[in-house]
């Protein structure tokens, strides 16, 4: 037998373990001051590039008014309970035919947050019988809402086409027997390296197998397509998503989460989803909240234009210096460096430091060993100074881990 808590305090977890050098700074950092494309990070200003921000909405006047407007109304408590027992309202519903209008589908349901609601949505639409197909590389709620699944699940390799329709083929074999359905998932938008999901080529497979399909669009949603409705109209196949979810905490700039898809699909999640049963309703001030977000994506085009004329800015900027930033197809911006864990916190450092660049590092195990992936969130709030600076400053960078400064500074650094 061995004491539960003994086990974790001898292996903190692969991101745990940088605890003791790590923490304060490169993670759970605290940026200062309104969300904006500059904040205080350690008493000096920054350029903020890792903010989920897309449509610079969280700051903006009218939103501010909107928020203080809701909360001065309604309080932060109101309604109380789950939306099944006494937290329901006109304004969810309001939210909810708005939100549907727009996804152009049938129906939709307000979710108290996104990551539970998704991993909700998974448990909810399956039952052991079923397969689940779903991609590699999704986002860690969906990873969660499969191991919920009793029965069978498949990954495919990430965005790979050829991998999922083998896996759907074995998939088919199974439900044959256990007489149940596939379920497939992808991310309109993956968010870590940028790309989008294949929605198109996926959807164009239900001509050869029967399949539903759940796409979480949390990225794409308010950023890609013509009317900013998500990867789904950007690709033109909205209407063969079976069930489409979105966030409220990236474009949306606030909390809570929806999915959207035929009524009585919507129907039968809110009688069935344990996480709305049997927690909270959004509260009605980011329901009020959410209503003036939604206006403003659908109704003024010019946050989405000055969003993507900075993300063109920075992606062709960083392009033309010759960056590896992937094969991004998004606002995402990654860049790929190649370094251990310990000249990516000098380097990072450095950045934050002496270039006034505040983006966020990911490392092994999100990446694999070796490899430094800085990840940029343009945002509406950006303007091209911003870009030139970090243009500049990421030259500058490079070249010192190219040349080995960042390894000899590094090499005091060590993990207790
Ligand atoms: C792809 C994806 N799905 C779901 C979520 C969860 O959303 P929320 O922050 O609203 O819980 C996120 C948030 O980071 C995400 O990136």
Known sequence: MRDIFERI?????????W???A??????PKLEGPISNRMKFNGKEVITWSVNDYLGLANQPEVRKADAD???KYGSAHPMGARMMSGHTDLHEQLERELAEF????SAYVLNFGYQGILSTIDTLVSKNDVIVYDVDAHACIIDGVRLHPGKRFTYQHNDIESLEKNLERATKMTEQTGGGILVISEGVFGMRGEQGRLKEIVALKEKFSFRFLVDDAHGFGTLGARGAGAGEEQG?????DVYFATF?????STGAFIAADKEIIDYLKYNMRSQMFAKSLQSVLVEGALKRLDMLRNRPEFKAKLWDNVNALQNGLKERGFDIGTTQSCVTPVYLKGSIPEAMVLVKDLRENYGIFCSIVVYPVVPKGLILLRLIPTASHNMEDVSIT???FSAIREKLEKGIYKRMSAAITVT
């Open 9 to 17: 305090l001898e292996n903190k977890g692969p991101l745990g373990k």
């Open 23 to 28: 923490e304060g700074y490169f993670v759970f």
């Open 103 to 106: 996804v152009e589908k049938e």
């Open 19 to 21: 605890a003791s050098v």
């Open 70 to 72: 809701a909360a001065a």
């Open 391 to 393: 243009l500049d400053a």
């Open 249 to 253: 905490a990236k474009s949306m700039a």
């Open 237 to 241: 196949i909205q209407d063969d998503i």
